[in-house]
């Protein structure tokens, strides 16, 4: 008796299965940031490759898997049919099947190592150098040429080349753009480039793409590129500026709470002493017994102006923190209240603010633009 290829429901039942998984995996796509949505060279390039790839898979795969079928129903077992021929060993096809695939892996091959070298080329012109330093969870941008520290956004102008250094001195972490450029391994005691270009203004997401610890999901940044250069230079001008002087007795008493409680972790120039936010970290923060401005939490100088809170967990939506306002929505108002409920595990243990503390220093960081 002739077995059947399936039995029952089951290819039914297998492919409702696979259905439904596929549709919670493209579920996952939409809204998020995407290699396939290049917005610079580098990425492009790289999206590039893959499309070649999957092309030449494609043609592979359709060859294959048609052949197969054609073959599966055009010389299937029928009733009449004579027993199939018995034969075994072929060297033309084994040639065949060796060397056409060593020929196709040589030219992924090329194309994928052609990819490397033009990813990885020196920039010409005109470029921005800036250091990123991977916290436990967070990352901090400095700016050598300009000498200013910032966290969670990494400003930079449209059509220059930004070259990154990437710094750490706790675990590995990994720099990742998708729009603009791949990931790339940010390894304590090596110091890795990565370049990257952005074609137009706008804010991209940025990833950290090794495993380094509970938070590493919350550890976000915004890639922000200003409309013109002269945008990014006015950026820069204000960044080094030291912070804004309170304004308010609320924004006031915000600045003492910070003085009396935050500065073990916190920078913010002009307000705390000896503190100038210029030194590099990666001079400063490789010996451990010599953190001399190399502290543990974002600088603070000009928090007012970042659209992140603590590498992404929270948005700083500054328009539900205005002062004498409801801050029941606002979201620097949560993190105050309990950062270790927000994001579990890192690094900010304080001790309980009252809500009227909350408010005062609420007032003041927003004010630090
Ligand atoms: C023991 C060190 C420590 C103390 C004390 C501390 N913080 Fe933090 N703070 C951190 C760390 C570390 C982060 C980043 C956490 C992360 O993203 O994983 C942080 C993040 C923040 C952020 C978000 C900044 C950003 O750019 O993402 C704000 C705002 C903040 N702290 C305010 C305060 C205030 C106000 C105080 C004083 C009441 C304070 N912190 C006390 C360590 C500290
Ligand atoms: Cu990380």
Redesign the pocket.
């Known amino acids: 008796m002739r077995k059947p290829v399936f039995r029952g429901t089951k290819p039914l039942a297998l492919t409702g299965v696979l259905l439904a998984l596929s549709t919670i995996l493209l579920a996952a796509c939409g809204g998020s940031p995407s290699t396939l949505d290049p917005a610079g060279p580098i990425a492009g390039r790289e999206s590039n490759v893959f499309w070649l790839l999957l092309i030449i898979a494609a043609i592979i795969f359709v060859g294959v898997e048609g052949m197969l079928i054609y073959s599966i129903f055009r010389f299937r077992e029928r009733p009449d049919s004579p027993p199939a021929p018995q034969w075994h060993g072929n060297l033309k096809v084994e040639i065949i099947w060796t060397v056409l695939p060593a020929i196709l892996l040589g030219v992924i091959l090329f194309i994928t190592i052609q990819g490397l070298f033009d990813v990885a080329k020196e920039p010409e012109g005109k470029t921005v150098e800036v250091t990123a330093y991977g ?4 990352w901090e941008f400095y700016y050598p040429d300009s000498k200013i520290t910032t ?2 956004s990494l400003v930079v102008p449209p059509n220059t080349w930004v070259k990154v250094k990437l710094f750490s001195n706790n675990v590995i972490h990994s720099f990742w753009v998708p729009q603009l450029t791949g990931k790339t391994d940010v390894v304590p005691g090596h110091d890795n480039v990565r370049t990257f270009k952005a074609d137009k203004p706008g804010r991209y997401t940025g990833i950290c793409a090794e495993y380094c610890g509970v ?1 590493h999901a ?1 550890m976000r940044f915004d890639v922000v590129v200003t409309d013109n250069f002269d945008k990014f230079q006015t950026w820069q001008r204000e960044q080094q500026a030291a912070a804004a002087n309170p304004s308010s007795d609320l924004q006031a008493k915000g600045k003492q ?2 003085l009396d ?2 500065t ?3 920078g913010i120039v002009g307000v705390l002493e000896n503190y100038t936010g210029k030194e590099d970290p990666t001079v400063q923060c490789v010996n451990p017994e010599k953190q001399n401005g190399c502290l ?3 600088d ?1 100088t000009h ?1 007012g102006s ?1 659209k ?4 992404g ?1 929270l948005e700083n939506n500054v328009d539900q923190c205005q002062p004498g306002g409801d801050l029941s929505n606002c979201n ?1 108002a949560k ?2 209240q309990d ?1 270790q409920k927000v ?1 579990p595990g ?5 001790g309980q ?1 009252s809500k009227d503390d909350i408010a005062a ?1 609420v007032a003041y ?1 927003e004010s630090l633009k």
Do not use: E
């Open positions: 916290h436990q969870w967070w966290a969670d938070q919350n709470l910070y409680q935050c073990t972790c916190h543990i939490g974002p603070l928090f970042r992140l809170i603590a590498g967990v620097l993190w105050l950062p994001k890192n690094d900010m243990v304080i603010l220093l960081l």
